[in-house]
């Protein structure tokens, strides 16, 4: 979702276990663009209309990638989670969504909104927080640890990473103390405005 210059793609498709890749860009341009330049990979398609895709399609991924930002406000809420991306996940599915800025002042900005509304859904939440964060979601957990993951990559990935390993992803997932205590005190805040608004519709309906 998002991504329509096809970084996110051309890295995928370095995994040979990838069968193919479907880009969902809503800007035009750039699909159109990338129609001509950029799908020469048989395991590569481009679509525009995102929501569309989702809402009527039958077909269910292993991975749904979010890779957009900005003015995609409704692609962040907890019922296009819920009810458009999850369903489309096969079993032991995972979605991860880039979820803007996330260090120790920044991540209170969009990282700690997105956390909290994916954990609503999804009963795993691992994350990175970094200079950009990134929030995994799935219903099952990972329990791989860093050796594992490594030896998973290596015979599965064309060319080496220069970043990410095994060690790296499982130290990245782990989030700081000043981060964990603020999506911990939002989620409380959010549960106890939910439990007042239940409160306030039931003293209504009596």
């Excluded at 880039?98 to 691992?126: C, D, M």
């Excluded at 205590?181 to 306030?200: F, I, P, V, W």
Aim: include cysteine.
């Amino acid at each position: 979702m998002g991504g329509g210059e096809g970084s996110t793609a051309r890295e995928l498709l370095r995994h040979n276990t990838i069968d193919q890749v479907i880009i969902c860009d809503i800007d035009e341009e750039v699909v159109d663009f990338c129609k001509s330049y950029l799908v020469a990979n048989g395991k590569l398609s481009m679509i525009q209309d995102l929501r569309a895709e989702l809402e009527a399609g039958e077909e269910r991924y292993d991975v749904i990638v979010g890779d957009y930002g900005g003015p995609c406000y409704k692609l962040y809420t907890k019922s296009f989670y819920e009810f458009t991306v999850k369903p489309r996940l096969k079993e032991g599915g995972i979605f991860v969504t880039w979820a803007g800025p996330a260090r120790i002042f920044s991540h209170i900005e969009v990282f700690s909104f997105i956390y909290n509304t994916l954990r609503q859904v999804f009963k795993y939440v691992p994350s990175y927080a970094d200079i950009w964060g990134w929030v995994m979601a799935s219903d099952f957990p990972l329990e791989l640890n860093a050796e594992e993951i490594y030896l998973r990559m290596r015979p599965r990935i064309k060319g080496e990473n220069r970043y990410l390993d095994g060690k790296t992803f499982s130290s990245a997932s782990t989030l700081g103390k000043v981060v964990r205590n603020s999506l911990d005190n939002e989620l409380m805040y959010t549960q106890r405005k939910l439990q007042g608004s239940y409160m306030a519709m039931a003293s209504t309906l009596n």
